[in-house]
């Protein structure tokens, strides 16, 4: 059934796409277009367009534009992406993608969906688009965050979720978990050039954190996992900002990611593309994505090898990234970043101190401290594939088997990095939650 909607869905859009650029090309809508690509008529550079069907085969990913079937409404002064009922999805080096939502619909709340993203995606009912310089532009008006922010990075599978709800129980505070604005920038880095990329984690985080009528006394940002890798990056251009990184025993969380992502469509067709000699010599580039997604090259050149890439399997690839961003928040640290660490195990040994920990360091009431802890009890990962309950349904199914052979792969990019061995507990430095 998936396959026939995705087909119906790309010829449908085809078709529309095909005859919208005629029309459009007829009324004068693509002239206007190319000057505010290149820079002109910013009061009108603001491309608002209706949706009439959106389809993703997985809702993981980025939400790019190609994923709605959409008409144009009108042109706006790019103020209009200030509304609140307006945010940021999308962005790559030419153009940032919003969505407008109802105004009942509160896609930073956990009740709607845990994630920002996929709110985003399910409730939106408008695109908004802008050429990136006038995205630049908007976000040098709305300037640097009026209000407290806490950047909470995250290796992944390790209670990031949860803490988001704990900071969201509180009075004032704006949770947003997963705002796909700072995922993009991932990609984004890569493509620009160096000298443009301060700009662009600029312009992400002032949109991010534009004001809102709600006037929160705190926006916590709680990105996935490889974001934390330009986590320093926001650290240099706004300075401000609060950083906390989030992690758990390694072997922990290979198995809490495997679980959740190891039989996941899209992960297991990346993985079969980076495995596959023959997708190395057709499509190179498509072969290395989810080793550039998960794997920090820039940092470490050396293990950015076909041969190494070839033979890794799933668990090899899931503690690369657990090591890597581990690293780096040692790293990020030894630079002099004013970053500390949580973990996980210590919620579950006492979370009446792991919340007052967390309260302390952001600023906020120790009054909300049992209020902050009643919100654990929420299943946090009601939103992905398998939830808490599905979990326990399925038993021993995705349960990884240590292998010797796994264990060796672990101990290769654990050894590599410099981090603890999966198998061994982790101890990061100034943990406030182990205090």
Not at 83 to 101: C, G, K, P, R, W
Not at 315 to 339: D, E, Q, T
Request: hydrophobic share 40%; glycine share 4%; charged share 20%.
């Amino acid at each position: 059934m998936e396959l026939i909607v995705w087909f119906a869905f790309s010829v449908s859009r085809f078709f529309v796409h095909s005859l919208q650029n005629l029309w459009w090309r007829y009324n004068g809508i693509t002239n206007t277009l190319k000057l505010t690509r290149a820079g002109e008529l910013y009061e009108q550079s603001a491309h608002i367009l209706d949706i009439h069907w959106r389809y993703k085969w997985d809702v993981i990913p980025p939400t790019e534009k190609c994923r709605f079937i959409a008409t144009h409404n009108r042109f706006e002064h790019p103020r209009c992406i200030l509304a609140d009922v307006v945010s940021l999805i999308y962005l790559d080096e030419n153009e940032a993608l919003f969505v407008e939502t109802p105004p009942n619909v509160d896609i930073y709340n956990s009740d709607t969906n845990p994630f920002v993203y996929m709110a985003q995606y399910k409730y939106a009912i408008r695109l908004i688009v802008l050429p990136m310089a006038s995205f630049h532009k908007i976000a040098d008006e709305i300037g640097d965050p009026k209000t407290d922010v806490l950047l909470l990075s995250n290796t992944g599978r390790c209670g990031s979720t949860a803490v988001t709800q704990i900071l969201e129980s509180v009075p004032g505070v704006l949770a947003m978990s997963e705002p796909d604005g700072f995922t993009c920038l991932q990609n984004v880095i890569k493509t620009v050039h160096h000298e443009k990329v301060d700009r662009y984690v600029q312009s992400v985080t002032r949109v991010t954190c534009k004001p809102l009528s709600s006037n929160p006394r705190l926006i916590c940002i709680k990105t996935r996992s490889m974001c934390f890798l330009h986590a320093d990056k926001v650290a240099n251009i706004a300075p401000g900002i609060k950083h906390l990184f989030l992690y758990r025993d390694g072997k922990a969380t290979i198995q809490s990611f495997y679980h959740a992502f190891g039989n996941a469509p899209t992960f297991t067709f990346w993985h079969s593309m980076l495995t596959s000699r023959l997708a190395h010599c057709i499509v190179p580039k498509q072969s290395r994505h989810l080793w550039n997604w998960f794997i920090d090259i820039e940092t470490y050149p050396e293990i950015n090898d076909k041969e190494l890439m070839l033979r890794s399997s799933v668990v090899g690839i899931l503690v690369g990234h657990w090591s890597c961003l581990c690293g780096a928040y040692k790293r990020f640290k030894a630079s002099g970043m004013a970053v500390k660490a949580f973990k996980y195990e210590d919620i579950l040994e006492n979370p009446r101190h792991a919340c007052e920990s967390l309260l302390a360091y952001c600023g906020l009431p120790m009054e909300y401290a049992g209020t902050a802890c009643k919100a654990l009890s929420k299943d946090a990962q009601r939103g992905m594939y398998k939830t808490r309950t599905a979990a326990d349904e399925q038993g021993d199914k995705y349960h990884i088997k240590w292998t010797p052979q796994f264990q060796a792969e672990a101990d290769f990019f654990c050894d590599y990095v410099g981090v603890t061995r999966i198998g061994e507990p982790t101890a990061l430095p100034d943990t406030i939650s182990s205090l």
